[in-house]
């Protein structure tokens, strides 16, 4: 193995950078509405539940394969498995993953930065609730806008890749996320000093035994897949900061305090969210168009409108790039790992693929609105998200969980000894037969949901 692998300069570094790519989207866009649709705090108990009996574990096993093979996922299994196995295999499925993840997360990360520069321009000042939305229509349907705000979002993220790792990629992650978590703070306090706030909050931190009698299984669903697909597993996303850290502390408190940073975003989002829209009379369950078109009718009712919603697509801005640069170092190893490349040419030589890949997503509400690959109304965005959500981040959950459980593969005895090397909390032994046979049951169960529920709806 290198000697002179790169290391990150700090724990807290390492904390906020796997915080940076597991907090993303799935935070603070989808986890309010899927909430507000599910029954409120109801459903965020049952969320938490799910996150520490699934995502936990497997947060713990990808880590530990990063830090035992000192690669990122494009090679790490050629390291750790037994001779003569193809656990290897499996590294076009993860690197496949992050290409098809930042497909369509450089698109939406383009939308965030227009967001933020309509709303510092002034420019849903005084617009009703159609106008907003027509606005964000004809933001989705322009062609050139989508592609060049998707391009600026690859450069910047890419850009700072090319910094380095420390100089680049750690730095501006650490900025970027106490940033956000000072604009949360500063935003929620607002929410909480709107009139008719307290209902909102009611909702969603008062459970209401009613819902889960009446709407239980929609709420495991929702509470499993969310808590499932939060943490970003499954695709060597979290296993290449693994390989940049040393063995001083055990990864099982690594993986707690990451998890924590996780949903503690997620649940600040929703003290925003929810007072604002119970202060406005909003419905909470209004759907993925909560954050785009209904909120910036909140900000355009509220003294300072326009720095409010301006601090809060910043924040948004700043949850969408933390997860871009967090996947795009990813995708700069796998060059580096691979063919040995420089970190100048592999940050080089993916620009020009992530961008050439992203043009279907960036053109897929306008030039080639016309191709609706689930269904009607659905476009290539679905797609590819349907694709990475529901089958890759499961498929390969499951992979890292059989590869760090059986004989055939890393081995447990090999699995708990790397993930408790050093300091702090470590993973249970007591855990062994849950996650050799009980985990990867569950897993295979939302891996079908998803398709249940595509058929069903």
Known sequence: MEQNRERLSSRLGFILLSAGC???????????????????????????????????????????????????????FN???????????????????NFILMMFYTTIGGWMLQYLIKIIGGEFEGANTQQV??????????????????????????????LGLRKGVEKITKIMMSSLFVIMLVLAVRSFTLPGAMEGLQFYLWPDLNQIQDNWWNIVGAAMGQAFFTLSIGIGS????????????????????????????????GLII?????????DVGSGPKLVFVTLPNIFNSMAGGRIWGALFFLFMTFAALTTIIAVFENIVSFGMDLFHWSRKKSVTINIVVVILLSLPCALGFSLLSGFQPLGAGTSILDLEDFIVSNNLLPIGSLIFLLFCTRKS??????????????????????ARFYVTWILPILVIF???QGYIQMILA
């Open 274 to 282: 929810f007072p604002a829209c119970s202060s406005f009379g909003v």
């Open 22 to 76: 597991a907090v993303g989207l799935g935070n603070v866009w989808r986890f309010p509405y899927v909430t507000g649709q599910n029954g409120g705090a109801i459903f965020v108990l049952v969320y938490l539940f799910f996150l520490a009996i699934f995502g936990l574990p497997i947060m713990v096993m990808e880590f530990s394969v990063g830090r035992a093979s000192q690669r990122s996922v494009a090679t790490a």
């Open 238 to 269: 979290m296993a290449i900061f693994g390989s940049y850290i040393g063995k001083s502390r055990s990864l099982m408190g690594e993986a707690c305090n990451i998890t924590l940073l996780d949903t503690l975003v997620a649940l600040v989002a």
């Open 133 to 162: 939305e027509t606005v964000f229509s004809q933001m989705q349907q322009e062609p050139v806008g989508s592609v060049f705000w998707m391009v600026v979002t690859t450069l910047l993220g890419f850009g700072i890749c090319m």
């Open 446 to 448: 939302i891996f079908l």
């Open 79 to 97: 390291e750790l498995e037994p001779k003569g196995t193809k656990w290897h295999w499996f590294r076009y499925v993860a690197m496949g993953g």
């Open 409 to 430: 593969g890393w081995g447990w005895e090999n699995f708990i000894e790397e993930a408790n090397q050093g300091k702090g909390w470590k993973f249970p032994k007591w």
